[in-house]
């Protein structure tokens, strides 16, 4: 945390007797409170690749964040148990992919990049026929094209599109305009968010290092591959809370101006933010009801909606009234 990008409105200090840094979570709580990025092969559904994580690792919940068709690789983020409260914030994350498209017909390289640059920005699309959702006309956005190799028909390139963008419908698309038709050949994401290909691993290295830790004792590489929950929260804007507001929220109040220790100056009302304990750790998920430079300024008010609790009460020591009277 660099203390320089957040508004320090009360030096607070942390007890060392409550919560524990992520990554110094006794193994067990390690796993429940963590994710994994899996490199998924072509064959299996996304949903395969989270029953076998969830056996593999033998939890009881796991959950992904973007769907991948069974012909698609690449980049799956999967969420265990604790962690499995994020992924709705995570799913309309940007997403990154390498395509390979086949032209029916000829073309010039010029004029397939030109035709992929009017694509650039907002986009109308219907989903395909065999998408398991409502086939209606969809606004979604393309942020980059980037034409990487030519070779005949066979057009390599790039693509950051917003979450829910069908790149299968975006070749037949181009195809259509450069008047010779296109298809998808092949599909890998190699960015969802912020977690990309260098973080992933494939299911065989993940059932390795579980195995290493049962029959072994060796925790390194099960922690090496699976990351702190904390991670995917990472490009949030950040408000760092006081010991003394954490079991509140943990029970379902609002954060109070009151119980901020510092606040991230890139806070903006209405935003999604990522509430922290002193310690690093993720608290909740919420909407901020002002800016940063109100949050740090004002001695009270709510500084922020908590729509999604991810830690447990009683983690920190109960410092607060009901409000209900007996």
Known sequence: MKLENYYIKDDASTDENYGCYPTKRPIEEYIRKGLVCIDKPMGPSSHEVVVWVRKIL????????????????????????????????????????????????????????????????????????????????????????????????????????????????????????????????????????????????????????????????????LREIIKPMEVAAADLPKIVIKDSAVDAICHGANLSVRGVAYVEKNVRKDSTVAIFTLKNELVAIGRALMDAEDIYRLKKGVAADIQRVLMERGVYPRVWKSSVKS
């Not at 992924?87 to 029916?104: A, G, N, P, T």
């Not at 069908?166 to 038709?181: H, N, Q, S, V, W």
């Not at 960015?191 to 973080?199: A, I």
């Not at 579980?210 to 060796?218: H, R």
Request: charged letters at 35%; a positive charge; one cysteine or more.
């Open 58 to 221: 033998n939890v009881s919940k796991t959950g992904h964040a973007g769907t991948l068709d069974p012909r698609v690789t690449g980049v799956l983020p999967i969420f265990i148990e604790n962690a499995t409260k994020m992924v709705k914030f995570l799913q309309e994350s940007s997403k990154e992919y390498v395509c390979l498209m086949r032209l029916h017909g000829d073309a010039k390289r010029e004029d397939v990049e030109r035709v992929m640059k009017k694509f650039v920005g907002r986009i109308y699309q219907r989903p395909p026929l065999k998408s398991a959702v409502k086939k209606v006309l969809r606004i979604r956005e393309i942020y980059e094209i980037e034409l990487l190799e030519m070779e005949g028909r066979d057009i390599l390139f790039r693509v950051v599109t917003e979450s829910g963008t069908y790149i299968r419908k975006l070749c037949r698309d181009i195809g259509e305009i450069l008047g010779t038709g296109a298809h998808m050949q092949e599909l890998r994401r190699t960015r969802t968010g912020r977690f990309g290909e260098d973080m992933c691993y494939t299911l065989q290295d993940l059932l390795d290092a579980y195995i290493f830790w049962k029959e072994e004792g060796e925790e390194k590489y």
